[in-house]
């Protein structure tokens, strides 16, 4: 007779619980590192570049693209619970895919035979609207967006680190979770995908030379019902599903609960930052443009406020801020199968974002 697979809830041979971050010094992660040391966890923290120390974490530096590094940095530890919220950004979803899917395959191979006990990977709502080549553009399920609902018939790096996880759960016997994500309201620095960091440095460079703060995106985000996610609040869903039996083996999405305009929103961070303001005016007016060559007036403002980071390139991600408030469809999800199996957290968007600001303003990243 074979053992019982292990759940959510199984400690270690010992008894203890001890949690690996992947991509802990990333918008996610960084939110997961804090919860869990916020819970008593004892805290393995890997990514490339080593985040700052803190009580509770040990940092393991570790390539998760060189399957030999990873096996390298892990053989002589032993996770119970693993968050996996790594990601490199490739040019074309092909090599997102090869890279992406291989990322986790390799992880997990390092990891098999050790007492993992449960999986939770980030993915996000691309899972719904396509990858970034086909963004929002084919035939897709109508918002809000549900967890049933089939694949797109499109490649997609989220599906294949899904049935990387599917199958080594399968064969190790650990449960799993997905968590589906829409856009992050988080603290990170030179990440990929920051729209908070990226907003405040619009706002600043804004105000400073005395121009508007203008919404960059389209008609239909500017007037549209929208939604997002507070890493916080993601790291709690993220902790609460690898611990809940009735959570085991699931995908879920997970977002702040509250739905806003960004009409309404805008006004509301040109505030915080004492800003003039500009909605849709007949045309989107993407960052990418109106934010290009800024790069010394942002290292002149930073050098004069003192500010920690004098460069624009890991401060603010346009691109992406473009592509989120350019999409033409309205983006909203459902957070029914969550509360359904016991998840009841929230968070109001609009504190999230303001708080995330102060917590900028705190860390010197903006004046
Ligand atoms: N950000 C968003 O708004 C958002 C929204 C929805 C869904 N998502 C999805 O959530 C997932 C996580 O994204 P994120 O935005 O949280 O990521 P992120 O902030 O860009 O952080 C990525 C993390 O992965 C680490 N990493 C990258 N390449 C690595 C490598 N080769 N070896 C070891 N560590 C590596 C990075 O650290 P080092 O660079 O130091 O190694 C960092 O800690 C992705 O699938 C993304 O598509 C993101």
Redesign the pocket.
């Known amino acids: 007779m074979t053992a019982a697979p292990a759940t959510g809830t199984a400690t270690a041979r010992d008894g203890q619980r001890r949690a690996l971050v992947?991509?802990?010094?990333?918008?996610?992660?960084?939110a997961l590192v804090e919860k869990l040391t916020a819970e008593g966890w004892p805290v393995l923290a890997?990514?490339?570049?080593p985040g700052a120390e803190r009580d509770g974490v040990r940092r393991l530096s570790?390539?998760?693209?060189s399957a030999e590094s990873l096996a390298a940095v892990l053989a002589p530890e032993n996770p119970t619970h693993v968050f996996f919220?790594?990601?490199?950004r490739r040019d074309t979803e092909e090599e997102n895919i090869s890279v992406?899917a291989g990322?986790l395959r390799d992880l997990l191979a390092a990891l098999r035979g050790k007492d993992v006990a449960h999986v939770a990977l980030?993915?996000?709502?691309?899972h719904y609207l396509g990858p970034f080549e086909a963004y929002a553009a084919g035939e897709m399920a109508d918002t809000p967006f549900h967890e049933e609902e089939p694949r797109l018939p499109v490649p997609n790096?989220?599906y294949a680190?899904e049935d990387e996880l599917f199958a080594a759960a399968a064969e190790q016997g650990f449960t799993w979770s997905v968590h589906r994500?829409?856009?992050?309201i988080?603290h990170?620095v030179g990440?990929?995908?920051?729209?908070g960091l990226t907003l405040a440095a619009q706002a600043t460079l804004c105000r400073e030379s005395g121009e508007p703060f203008v919404f960059p995106g389209s008609e239909t985000q500017w007037n549209g019902l929208t939604d997002m996610?507070d890493a916080g609040l993601l790291a709690e869903h993220m902790l609460w599903a690898s611990t809940t039996p009735a959570a085991a083996d699931e995908a879920f999405n997970i977002v702040n609960g509250d739905v806003f305009r960004w009409r309404w929103m805008w006004p509301r961070l040109a505030a915080y930052f004492g800003v003039e303001w500009e909605g849709y005016a007949g045309a989107p007016r993407p960052l990418e443009q109106a934010m290009a060559g800024r790069e010394d007036q942002w290292a002149e403002l930073a050098q004069r406020h003192g500010l920690a980071e004098p460069r624009l390139d890991r401060v603010a991600s346009w691109w992406?801020t473009d592509s989120d408030l350019g999409r033409d469809i309205e983006v909203v999800t459902d957070m029914g199968k969550s509360r359904d199996a016991g998840f009841t957290g929230y968070r109001r968007t609009s504190d999230a974002f303001l708080s995330l600001f102060d917590r900028y303003r705190a860390d010197n990243l903006i004046p």
């Open positions: 992947v991509g802990a010094t990333g918008i996610a992660g960084s890997l990514s490339r570049t570790a390539d998760l693209t919220t790594a990601w490199s992406n990322m980030m993915t996000g709502l691309k790096f989220y680190q994500s829409h856009t992050v988080g990170a990440n990929a995908m920051n729209m996610t992406h």
